[in-house]
Nanobody, 123 residues
Framework: QVQLVESGGGLVQAGDSLRLSCLAS????????MGWFRQAPGKEREFVAC????????GYGDSVKGRFTISRDNAKNTVYLQMNSLKPEDTAVYYC????????????????WGQGTQVTVAS
């Protein structure tokens, strides 16, 4: 069974850093492009970052460029999201997902999703 499990979320202060992890099981992570998305209360799911199977960064959402970094450690079957200079508007549930088709910056291009991890940034 394919399973993606996010971890690392929590409550932090504005300006702090946090690293999220997504551990994959039931699949070989090295074969797939992976993405991070987030969803705040009352908002639609938003693209955050995407990384190719070979480790090339395909892109970031405009709101996180320069602050967030996506990376992967294929030996650990894990993809990461390093979040720096966090702002209250970054508060959301963060999801990792496996890309399904050619679309990498839209949620319709992904098939398997984790359960999400809550990130709350206090002002």
């Amino acid at each position: 069974q394919v399973q993606l499990v996010e971890s690392g979320g929590g409550l932090v202060q504005a300006g702090d850093s946090l690293r999220l992890s997504c551990l994959a099981s039931g699949l070989t992570l090295t074969r797939y492009t992976m993405g991070w998305f987030r969803q705040a209360p009352g908002k639609e799911r938003e693209f955050v970052a995407c990384i190719s199977s070979s480790g090339s960064i395909l892109g970031y959402g405009d709101s996180v460029k320069g602050r967030f970094t996506i990376s992967r450690d294929n030996a650990k079957n894990t993809v990461y999201l390093q979040m720096n200079s966090l702002k209250p508007e970054d508060t959301a549930v963060y999801y990792c997902a496996r890309r399904y088709g050619s679309r990498w910056n839209d949620q319709t291009g992904y098939d398997y999703w984790g359960q999400g991890t809550q990130v709350t940034v206090a002002s």
